[in-house]
């Protein structure tokens, strides 16, 4: 029989009566020291909010929220003040704004950064209103400047006036994808897209131009089916005065003459 190989036990080495104590009175210095830094965070002057940076905000708005900040927290001691409860504040006064940052400055400053929405098109409703990438509805944003951006009609964005609004719309994330793929595939520039058709998502259309034929896309597909509407645009044959719609859903692009 074969035999069998002894182990030997693995020995704990063992702790003194002088290193036990000397581990407690580590651990009591350790508390002793947060407890004094700690007391001198909160008492401090040095720590006493003086002022208050705000980015990302329209001018009139900048200063809004600093005094209002200042007015309510201005000489209390940083560390006490509650920042997410500041954040949680502007929310409802700007609805717009995707991030809402609050950060404390040390040693006497809070730092704050709105970071707004950007719209990318015009949603047709019974008031037309930007709406971003997200679909999210920006109800404060005023659609004066915006006339360059893209118009999306036939989407129902059901919107009752609520406090932000994200709209779930299929036919809008079909049309808001496409507006994102057109941006950069680039070739489309020159037409200046300036209407999109998403009430039936499975017809979605755009038209080129002022006055220029409809492409009827859909909505799948559309790096493929766009791919297949420039190689069509690059045909020199090819009079768009004299078309009324390209039709891009199928294998065998379909052009009907006016």
């Known amino acids: 029989m074969a035999k069998q190989k002894k182990f030997k036990k693995m020995q704990v080495p063992k702790v003194s009566q ?5 581990m407690i009175v580590s651990i009591i210095l350790i508390v002793l020291a947060w407890f004094f830094i700690a007391s001198f965070l909160s008492r401090s002057d040095y720590f006493k909010l003086k002022s208050v940076e705000v980015r990302g905000a329209a001018d009139k708005s900048l200063v809004v929220i600093r005094n209002e900040i200042l007015g309510n ?3 209390k001691n940083i560390f006490s003040i509650d920042i997410k409860a500041i954040a949680a504040g502007l929310e409802p006064k700007y609805p717009d704004a995707k991030d809402i940052i609050v950060r404390r400055s040390l040693p006497d400053k809070l730092f704050i950064f709105l970071n707004f929405r950007r719209p990318v098109a015009i949603l047709a409703n019974v008031r037309n209103f930007p709406v971003d990438r997200d679909g999210v ?9 915006l006339e360059d951006l893209p118009l999306i009609k036939g989407v129902d964005a059901r919107y009752a006036g609520g406090f932000r609004k994200r709209c ?3 036919s809008l994330k079909a049309a808001l994808e ?3 793929i057109i941006k950069r595939t680039r070739f489309l520039d020159r037409y200046n897209i300036r209407m999109l058709d998403a009430s039936d998502i499975r017809s979605m259309s755009f038209t080129l131009g002022e006055g220029g034929p409809m492409i009827i896309i859909g909505y799948e597909n559309l790096k493929d089916r766009l791919d297949a509407l420039h190689d069509t645009l690059r045909d020199p044959r090819l009079v768009l005065d004299s078309i009324n719609y390209i039709d891009v859903r199928f294998k065998d692009i379909a052009i009907s003459p006016k």
Do not use: T
């Open 168 to 170: 779930a719309s299929n």
């Open 18 to 22: 002088m290193q036990w104590i000397g």
């Open 73 to 75: 927290y201005k000489d």
């Open 178 to 180: 496409l507006i994102d």
């Open 137 to 145: 509805i920006l109800v404060n944003r005023d659609i004066s400047g």
